[in-house]
């Protein structure tokens, strides 16, 4: 109830969606990642494609789960921009990777454009708040 009212409580702008849609869309969000990423893993695990191109992958999850302690543990928005552009830069990162490995993950790209998408669109959110609550 704490951080409720204390997300509450922040300055946000006017095209900030409701509270609400954040658990939709991560459900579904979490399912593409989980069978997306889940496919690149395997791939390096049985050696079909370079360990390195899991490093991106690896960062952007570590990173994701990072952000709800940061934003709302912590109630770091300053720490939680920065998590957030690291979030962005490694999806950038994986789906360029996987776009140069072979044919057959590129779907991996394609299926994360929702990802990419409301990343995008989290990050210019969440600079804006800590822009207005600082």
Do not use: C, E
């Amino acid at each position: 109830m704490n951080t409720y009212n204390w997300y509450s409580q922040l300055i946000k702008p006017s095209w900030s969606p409701p509270s609400w849609i954040f658990g939709p869309v991560w459900t579904v969000l979490y399912a593409i990642i989980a069978i997306s990423f889940g496919t690149v893993f395997y791939k390096v695990f049985t050696r079909q494609i370079p360990w390195i191109v899991a490093l991106p992958f690896v960062l952007n999850l570590v990173f994701n789960f990072l952000f709800t302690p940061l934003q709302f543990g912590l109630k770091n928005n300053l720490l939680s921009a920065i998590d957030i552009l690291l979030v962005l830069g490694t999806l950038i990162w994986s789906l360029w990777a996987i776009w140069h490995t072979t044919a057959d993950v590129r779907w991996v790209v394609y299926v994360n454009i929702p990802y990419l998408l409301w990343v995008s669109f989290a990050t210019v959110l969440q600079l804006t708040i800590t822009y207005l609550n600082r």
